[in-house]
């Protein structure tokens, strides 16, 4: 599993924000860390709760960054907050179809998943939020 890597360019111009994006970044490459380890067990067993962490910054994350948006009376809200629910909803169906554990396969995908969509997620749609910000200043 690779590294994600913060760039300048996935700034959004707000520190409280751009530092939970990092901190999201941290938390990934913590996680992907521990799966890349574990390469060659694919029979193990990798307890669910390892995301738990993870899961919960991203919740507190969308909270601050929705209340921003709101702050900025951001005219696309509404479909911001839809992408937040969508990624919300797949991580509670994740947990609900798994018991305490994944195997390691399962694991390490849903990690890459997750990877992919944050980037993505900076890149192509928090960075609509940071341009809007721009022309109210």
Known sequence: MDE?????????????LDNEHKSLFTFY???ALKLSDSQGLETRRIPAA???DIFDYINNHFEHEEDYMRDINYPYIDQHIQQHEEIVKYIVE????????????????????????????????????????KTII
């Open 29 to 31: 490459n913590t996680l």
């Open 94 to 133: 994740f947990h609900r179809g798994v018991s305490d554990e994944l195997n390691l396969g399962e694991a390490q995908r849903l990690a890459e998943f997750i990877g992919k969509w944050l980037v993505q997620h900076i890149m192509n749609t928090d960075s609509k939020y940071a341009e809007y910000a």
């Open 50 to 52: 390892i995301f738990s």
């Open 4 to 16: 994600i890597r913060w760039l300048c360019g996935l700034s959004v111009g707000v520190d409280r």
